[in-house]
């Protein structure tokens, strides 16, 4: 078992599982300038929540219980979430 550790440093996110995971968050890159161009989603009745913020992710690992896996590059959703018991 490992401490949850998020860090959000602006426009990047990080968050880190341990040593079983580590996920770093950068904002999208629009192609031809290579500039940042942020990207959220309002969703105004919510479905897992009502904002989502969207990033590249620069940095996705994970190695625990046999599980190897590393995929940086790729999309990644970012949103906070309170679960309620029905």
């Known amino acids: 078992m490992a401490a ?3 860090a959000n440093d602006g ?8 040593e079983a995971m580590r996920v770093a968050l950068e904002p999208i890159r629009n192609p031809p300038p290579g500039t940042e161009q942020p990207v959220a989603v309002q ?3 919510g479905m897992g929540a009502k904002r989502e913020e ?3 992710s620069k940095t ?3 190695n625990a219980g046999g599980l ?6 790729r999309t990644a959703t970012a ?3 309170t679960w309620r018991r029905p």
């Open 68 to 73: 190897s896996c590393s995929d940086p590059g």
């Open 79 to 81: 949103m906070q979430s």
């Open 43 to 45: 969703l105004p009745a």
């Open 54 to 56: 969207h990033f590249s």
């Open 4 to 6: 949850l550790e998020f």
């Open 11 to 18: 426009t990047q996110r990080h968050f880190r599982g341990g």
């Open 60 to 62: 996705f690992d994970v």
